[in-house]
């Protein structure tokens, strides 16, 4: 496959941290370009205000959408009517109903789309994976404990509208759950912990459900936390597995054995899929986890601290 010249759209801390990084590290790609309304290191490359000015400026094949989720619809829709392959960071849109239009849209477009679950790149959590979907789960508890103030300092989008709240971080979680479940994860109780501006939770405290098991499956979101962080799935097969996944499934035991630890970063792994999928020209859109919010959220109780 030739080099995909690839560009940003958003410059935060995660693209600087870990896009940038995997595209280095990634023969497939070169950054050509980033868009951004903020301040930025000198990375070689031209910067843009938007991305409609970025594809004025300069010739991709691809881009990575690394906004907050509310504007990224439209950005999607209009890189992929431009003719370059997407990727988009989680969550990937605001509703289900943006993500299927999307969907829609590559298809038509003839280009690939990847809305991404980054934490399911630790081959930690596929093997755990290849263990429930042989033996089912009995059991299940998230435990996903950190501040908010230190992973987002001064970002009150987050808040707002669209921002997710807990579930920015959350999501996550949910996205190796439900890959780690062979049937549907269900939500039968979701107390919703309300930030101060009453828009999005900043705590959660949910019952869940699957595969007929409707007792011992659950799931705490917290993100006023000032304990040790902590991002860990605990969990029992059906036929009595013991599967512990820590800081966010990057470590992986199974019964009392030694720790597994991954072999391999999250944003290689999704670099390294996302060049596949171009080369391939398919795409890859799983809404699971973004529906396990929207239920959460449709079924939830607003509970006081």
Avoid at 273 to 278: D, P, S, T
Wanted: proline content about 6%; some cysteine; glycine content about 10%.
């Amino acid at each position: 496959m030739a080099e995909t010249r690839i560009g940003l759209i958003g410059y935060g801390k995660i693209a600087e941290d870990q896009h940038v990084p995997a595209i280095a590290g990634n023969p497939d790609f070169t950054l050509a370009a980033v868009a951004s309304r903020h301040a930025h290191p000198d990375l070689g490359v031209p910067i843009f205000h938007d991305a409609a000015e970025m594809l004025r400026g300069v010739e991709l094949d691809a881009v990575a959408i690394c906004t907050p989720p509310g504007p990224r619809h439209a950005i999607t829709r209009f890189c992929l009517e431009s003719g370059l392959h997407v990727m988009m960071e989680k969550p990937p849109c605001l509703t289900l109903g943006e993500v299927a239009d999307l969907a829609a849209c590559a298809k038509t477009e003839g280009r690939s789309l990847f809305a991404t679950w980054h934490s399911r790149f630790n081959d930690t959590v596929e093997r755990a994976a290849a263990i429930t979907r042989a033996e089912g789960i009995a059991t299940m508890d998230i435990q996903w404990l950190e501040d908010v103030d230190k992973w987002h300092p001064g970002q009150d989008w987050i808040w707002e509208r669209g921002g997710f709240g807990v579930f920015d971080p959350g999501i996550n979680a949910l996205s190796i759950a439900t890959l780690l479940c062979p049937e549907p994860l269900l939500v039968r109780k979701s107390d919703l912990r309300m930030e101060k501006r009453g828009h999005q939770p900043e705590g959660v405290v949910l019952q869940l459900a699957t595969g007929g098991v409707e007792q011992g499956i659950g799931a705490r979101f917290e993100w006023r936390y000032r304990g040790t962080e902590q991002w860990t799935i605990d969990l029992t097969t059906k036929v009595g597995t013991r599967l512990a996944l820590s800081k966010g499934g990057a470590v992986l035991r199974v019964d009392d054995g030694p720790e597994q630890l991954a072999s391999s970063g999250e944003y290689p792994g999704l670099y390294a899929r996302f060049a596949e999928l171009i080369a391939t020209g398919e795409s890859e859109v799983d809404v699971e986890p973004l529906r396990v919010v929207a239920d959460a959220l449709l079924a939830g109780e607003k509970v006081s601290a």
